[in-house]
């Protein structure tokens, strides 16, 4: 009995050790590569195109019970066999016990890489061994009773019945073979979201369960021993069933190889979210694009993650003599209880002590399913912490599920492409808190997250190695010697700095064509005139072209010729004018000898002299400059003579052989009436009258008097334009002078004075006027003989200011005139 009670307490140090934690601090960052995938299947947007794992290893142990001594473990030599307690601490806490153990082997060739546009998507490919071996729910009690042989500090535990509440022991072996899938599902401004996918195909190597709800049991010696109403289940593997004198052979460990047909699924998922505020700083430009991020550096300030693993079960062949029992025995005598033949013993005690029951079927055990968090904040140029949960997650209602242990850690680290260090500080959920170290040197991954309890505690409460030797090829930033934005490997001029376009070529002109082929390095063109331009598109390069800005010609060097006279624009001084080669490609059009271009006379045959220009009356004036070509005159009257002596040279003669004055442009001044008056000295130049007149007739006195007599008598109707009775005598006698003068005609023109507006005045004054008018032609008088004016207010005769004066200026003034 002394062994049986001894076997979950001895466990813990003869067992394959593994840590819930491998790889801790490591796991949640983009370094991680294919070692990570177990954890998180995120992969995604890593830093590694390829990463592939040669040989990777975790192993490690867990309780909340015993602390072995740290002298103990390094040196097994100094183990007391005689008093085990000397070479242990004991956590007494009143707490159930719990105990893990396990083993994680990532296979050779496993990988993962990158791929896609930006390095969005990742495929990885993992195997790996696993043996977790996990105690759950040892009473105090028990543990004590087991610890001390029922003597010392756990004897007061006799006599005494106790109730050990869900007490699990599972172990289990297997091989689980992974494919990944991750995906950037989101990348925009600062947020960015990757997710991914590992689907898990399980091949068991063997499995064991027992547990019980409820073990009420009481020891009234160490020998004997009573069980009260008690159900317990338990299960074993085909695999499993060896005795103590079996050996094992490591072909049943082997994946593929071990026959086993007992297969399950499983499955982990992943989902991670970074905050990028300062994204754009690590952007650059490489190879014809600006859209590159810095892959070798994380761009996150904030990163958070969420993975669940292992998520699924393996599909056991159960051994078929393995049953459940219940159990109600009083006095059970257990000093000569071996289990030394196996699961045969443990069965035929069963049957013959233990009420069993069948228990078949397949055994279905459960992966130990974990829920993972973490966030993670870069704080300066590699430097960040981490903080990170893996909290053991139960899915196996029937219980038959290997566990894990829960852990929280605070993870302070530094990163970058070649070296990575980890410093874990972490509460396990076995309450032991330590602190660990992780370096990563290029292939290189070494750590443990139990460093206190390893060199620093006096006893080793949990302890944990991992390891891992991997091929990475991680991204980094292209080369580029010179600096020109195309990476040295795509550089066709590693040493001149160029643009993509030719590959990294210089080619200062931008025309596509690299400075070593152009023979124009500086100025653009086409590849068909090795990268010279032709500026005026004749089909010959500027460089060969004698005239770059104009069209031309081949054999003028490209130079035109553009009247086609066979010499060459920039040699003609006529070149859109054909000539002979005598007047250097200039016409003569009068043949007069002189080439056009000197010719101030082109179309006309002149004298050298004058510029190719006549002299028809030979006065020495050029025809062009003489206003009179054909009569030789003066110089200073531009070649004209005075023809009538008039003193008025032709040139200013408007009458040149008849003698007029200057004033009149040398013609004589007119006199239409013959009254010897000139017309523009004649106030009537149609009739015929005397120059004390103004050429006009001269009036007789009584003529006079009768206008004047008419004029002094018109009165009209106080602002009206009624003519006052008074003055019809001297308006008549006006009339019968018209009538009997044919060629008299008379004028009149109406005024008023200062009072009223403007309009009314003129309209008044205009009225007065046609009065007189109508008056007249009442009497006789031939109307088209009489013109009226109406003046108003202006051109007063008085003052207005006074009452005689505005009285003068209300008239009508008649004065003759001459038809």
Not at 787 to 810: C, L, M, W
Request: aromatic share 10%.
């Amino acid at each position: 009995m002394k062994k049986l009670i001894l076997l979950p307490v001895l466990a813990l140090f003869i067992a394959q050790y593994l840590s819930a934690q491998s790889f801790l601090g490591i796991q949640s960052t983009n370094w991680g590569g294919v070692t990570n995938v177990s954890f998180n299947p995120a992969i995604a947007d890593s830093h590694f195109q390829v990463d592939i794992n040669l040989i990777g290893v975790g192993f490690g142990v867990a309780n909340n019970y015993l602390g072995i001594s740290r002298s103990v473990a390094f040196h097994p030599s100094t183990f007391n066999s005689d008093s085990i307690q000397a070479n242990f601490k004991e956590r007494v806490n009143g707490n159930q016990k719990n105990i893990y153990t396990g083993l994680k082997v990532q296979g050779p060739l496993s990988f993962m890489f990158s791929f896609g546009k930006y390095n969005k998507n990742a495929i990885a490919f993992t195997y790996n061994l696993n043996e977790v071996t996990s105690i759950v729910g040892i009473g105090e009690q028990l543990a004590r009773l087991a610890y001390y042989n029922f003597t010392g500090p756990s004897t007061p535990y006799l006599y005494n019945q106790f109730s050990n509440q869900n007490l699990r022991v599972n172990m289990m072996a297997w091989y689980d073979y992974g494919l990944t899938y991750s995906r950037v599902i989101y990348d925009k401004g600062p947020h960015m979201f990757k997710a991914g996918v590992t689907l898990k195909l399980t091949q068991g190597i063997e499995a064991a369960y027992l547990y019980s709800n409820n073990l009420q049991y009481k020891f009234n010696s160490k020998d004997t021993l009573n069980i009260y109403n008690s159900d317990v289940s338990y299960g074993i593997t085909q695999n499993a069933n060896y005795s103590n004198s079996t050996s094992v052979s490591a072909k049943e460990f082997m994946p593929f190889v071990n026959g086993s047909k007992d297969f399950g699924m499983a499955g982990d998922f992943g989902l991670v979210y970074e905050w990028r505020p300062n994204k754009e700083k690590y952007r650059y430009s490489m190879d014809g694009r600006d859209d590159n991020y810095r892959r070798d550096k994380d761009l996150y300030v904030i990163q958070a993650g969420f993975s669940m693993v292992d998520i699924g079960a393996v599909n056991f062949s159960r051994l078929a003599s393995t049953q459940n029992f219940s159990a109600n025995i009083q006095n059970w005598y257990v000093g000569s209880f071996s289990i030394d033949n196996g699961v045969q013993s443990l069965t035929d005690t069963i049957n013959s002590h233990f009420k069993a029951t069948s228990n078949t079927g397949l055994l279905k055990m459960w992966l130990p399913t974990r829920t993972n968090l973490w966030i993670d904040a870069q704080i300066y140029k590699g430097i960040g912490v981490n903080g990170s949960a893996s909290i053991t997650t139960i899915v196996a209602k029937s219980r038959n599920q290997v566990q894990e242990v829960s852990t929280y850690a605070v993870t302070p680290h530094y990163d970058n492409a070649w070296f990575g260090a980890y410093i874990p500080f972490s509460m396990s959920g076995y309450d032991n808190f330590n602190m660990g170290l992780a370096l990563r040197f290029g292939p290189v991954i070494i750590g443990t997250s139990t460093l206190l309890d390893l060199f620093a505690k006096k006893y080793i409460y949990e302890a944990n190695v991992y390891a891992a030797l991997k091929i990475p090829i991680p991204y980094k930033m292209p080369g580029d010697k010179d600096h020109d934005g195309v990476s040295n490997r795509k550089d066709k001029c590693p040493k001149d700095p160029g643009p993509w376009a030719t590959r990294g070529c210089p080619d200062r002109d931008g025309d596509g064509i690299v400075d070593k082929d152009d023979r124009c390095p500086d100025a653009p063109g086409p590849k068909e005139f090795q990268g010279c331009p032709d500026s005026d598109g004749d089909g010959i390069p500027d460089i060969d072209d004698s005239c770059p800005h104009e069209k031309g010609l081949a054999q003028f060097h490209g130079c035109p010729d553009s009247d086609s006279d066979g010499i060459p624009d920039r040699l003609d001084r006529c070149p859109f004018a054909a000539g002979p080669a005598q007047f250097q490609g200039c016409p003569d059009s009068d043949g007069d000898g002189i080439p056009d271009i000197d010719d101030s006379c082109p179309h006309e045959k002149g004298l050298p002299q004058f510029h190719g220009c006549p002299d028809r009356d030979g006065d020495g004036i050029p025809d062009k400059d003489d206003k009179c070509p054909d009569a030789p005159g003066l110089a200073e009257h531009h070649g004209c003579p005075d023809t009538d002596g008039d003193g008025v040279f032709d040139d200013e003669d408007s009458c040149i052989h008849v003698p007029g004055p200057k004033e009149n442009h040398g013609c004589p001044w007119p006199d239409t009436d013959g009254d010897g008056i000139p017309d523009k000295d004649d106030a009537c130049p149609t009739v015929f009258g005397v120059a004390e007149n103004h050429g006009c007739p001269k009036l007789e006195k009584k003529e006079i008097e009768t206008i004047k007599y008419a004029f002094e008598n018109l009165e009209f109707e106080t602002g009206k334009d009624v003519i006052k009775s008074h003055s019809f005598p001297s308006l008549n006698s006006l009339a019968d002078l018209l009538i009997k003068k044919a060629n008299y005609g008379l004028r009149i023109d109406g005024y008023t004075d200062n009072v009223g507006s403007v309009d009314k005045n003129i309209t008044l004054s205009q009225k007065r006027a046609e009065a007189v008018k109508k008056y007249l032609v009442k009497k006789g008088v031939d109307a088209s003989k009489l013109d009226t004016h109406g003046y108003g207010e202006s051109n007063p005769v008085a003052d207005n200011k006074t009452a005689a004066g505005r009285q003068k200026n209300r008239r009508v003034e008649m004065n003759i005139t001459f038809k």
